[in-house]
């Protein structure tokens, strides 16, 4: 029999980790003592305590059972806590928080929720796949806006075209970004809350990495700009605070409207976050963060192996205040994809073609830290090697 795949999976380019996933694995098969710096996923392992918390939910009964589609109250009030305490921004925990499994899973269900065929989505290039691939999905259209280096890796919201801000139905922003590594301030979101209000356009703000940041910085949310919950949600996961990918636990948070319209999608679709590892969550949100502080310690540490090591070796990178992601331009002569599969073939080292993430993040390499401080020296030793 041969089952004609639907048009929205033919459209698919090919998962962009999938694809470095089965280099990395055939060089792994020949016997290369390959240097994963290519995936997002932190390689240290969940905190003890987080841990304790999921055994001993685990064992309780009434857990075994299907969970609430919006979340756990008490998941919903620990992250309204948690918001006011880490943002001082005020939320209603029954109406403006929703529990997700994990945040790409409510950021891949928000087209579906507001996306008719054939409208428009505003979405950031280079960027985090999702944002784009889900609009596709729910049958709507995406209008790029580049990220460039001379703005910060900001959108410029004044080269939006009128007509297409007016048509446009969400507008999707990240920061701390994937995959550039850029923060943006207080007058960046003022901007994008005026803008959103001129033309009445719904903000998708993912904002997984508002506690991986360096030096002392302090990402804000979006939701602390006067207005923003007017027009907005915002996407916040335990992923990478507290190295629980694998767990799948995130939370969307802000406007009622917006929150209401994910949670229909999503109560058609799932049944909502295991109980133990909600409870769990709750543990981690509302315990001591040093758990915190430490992890930050840790990529500061790799980040002060990695950067100085490029530069020697003539790669102009520069250090992120904020994500594990280190964004540098690749040497003259060289595409986003010529540089990595050199790095790949001759020294075994996985990253990431900027090209990947979208057209403008060409002329870039992502490099994530996510192995040890010794690798990324051995790393950086093998890349000195290199000539070109
Ligand atoms: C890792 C990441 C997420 C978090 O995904 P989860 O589904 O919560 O694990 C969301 N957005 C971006 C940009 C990311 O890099």
């Not at 857990?63 to 992250?79: A, E, L």
């Amino acid at each position: 029999m041969a089952f004609e795949k639907a048009e929205r999976v033919r459209l698919l380019p090919p998962y962009l980790f999938q694809e470095i996933d089965r280099l990395k694995a055939e060089l792994v098969a020949k016997g290369v003592d390959v240097i994963n710096l290519g995936v997002g996923d932190p390689d240290l392992p969940t905190p003890k305590h987080i841990i304790d918390s999921l055994n001993k939910a685990a064992q309780v009964p009434a857990n075994h059972q299907y969970p609430s589609y919006s979340g756990m109250d008490d998941f919903k009030v620990c992250t309204a806590r948690w918001y006011k305490r880490r943002f001082g921004v005020d939320l209603d925990p029954y109406s403006e928080v929703l529990t997700l499994i994990g945040s790409k899973e409510g950021l891949a269900h928000l087209p579906l929720a507001f996306i008719n065929p054939g409208d428009l989505a505003i979405v950031p290039s280079p960027a985090y796949p999702v944002y784009h691939i889900t609009t596709m999905f729910a049958g709507g259209e995406s209008f790029f806006m580049p990220l460039l280096r001379e703005n910060g890796f900001l959108p410029d919201l004044s080269a939006i075209p009128s007509d297409v801000a007016r048509r446009a139905k969400i507008l999707f922003i990240n920061y701390p970004n994937n995959p550039t590594g850029a923060v943006a301030g207080r007058d960046f979101f003022e901007r994008v809350v005026d803008f959103a209000k001129e033309y009445d356009l719904l903000v998708c703000h993912d904002a997984a990495y508002t506690e991986m940041a360096f030096g002392g910085y302090k990402p804000m949310s979006f939701l602390e700009v006067p207005g923003a919950k007017d027009v907005g949600i915002e996407f916040h996961s335990l992923s990478k605070t507290y190295n629980m990918t694998g767990w799948r636990l995130g939370f969307a948070v802000g406007n009622a409207q917006i929150v209401g319209g994910l949670g229909q999608i999503k109560s058609n679709i799932d049944s909502g976050a295991f109980n133990a590892v909600q409870q769990a969550g709750i543990t981690a949100l509302e315990s001591d963060q040093s758990c915190v502080a430490e992890m930050q310690k840790i990529y500061q540490e790799r980040l002060d192996a990695l950067i100085p090591g490029l530069r020697r070796a003539g790669i102009e990178a520069e250090a992120p205040k904020a994500t594990f992601y280190v964004w540098c331009p690749v040497p003259k002569g060289y595409t986003s994809k010529d540089f990595t599969s050199l790095l790949l073939k001759e020294a075994g080292i996985v990253t990431t073609p900027g090209s990947g993430f979208g057209a403008p993040g060409e002329g870039y390499i992502r490099m994530a830290l996510t192995v040890s401080k010794e690798r990324i020296e051995e790393a950086v030793a093998r890349i000195q090697k290199l000539s070109f």
